[in-house]
Nanobody, 114 residues
Framework: QVQLVESGGGLVQPGGSLRLSCTAS????????MGWYRQAPGKQRELVAA???????SYADSAKGRFTVSRDNAKNTVYLQMNSLKPEDTAVYYC????????WGQGTQVTVSS
């Protein structure tokens, strides 16, 4: 069983930045594909960015050029640096760890508003 704890959400003005963190329990973190998803009210959950166990990165088109995903295997932590935030980035952001199955964090709210 893997437990994921997210942090770093909050309220930010358009154009601002936030860094989300997700720390996982367990000893095989380096084997997981770690993903950040988001879900806005009334919309389906969507993939924002992912970092594979080998370090390959993947981004949704909406995140390219603004968001950066990274991982620190020594700390069992994945990060999502979000810059140039827009109101449409407002959502609950979830961390996902995938190996033989998916494990989800509880989510952290990101609100972009003036």
């Amino acid at each position: 069983q893997v437990q994921l704890v997210e942090s770093g959400g909050g309220l930010v003005q358009p154009g601002g930045s936030l860094r989300l963190s997700c720390t996982a329990s367990g000893s095989v973190f380096s084997l997981y594909t770690m993903g950040w998803y988001r879900q806005a009210p009334g919309k389906q959950r969507e993939l924002v960015a992912a970092v594979f166990s080998g370090g390959i990165l993947s981004y949704a088109d909406s995140a390219k050029g603004r968001f950066t995903v990274s991982r620190d295997n020594a700390k069992n932590t994945v990060y999502l640096q979000m810059n140039s935030l827009k109101p449409e980035d407002t959502a609950v952001y979830y961390c996902d760890a995938h190996y033989t199955r998916d494990y989800w964090g509880q989510g952290t709210q990101v609100t972009v508003s003036s």
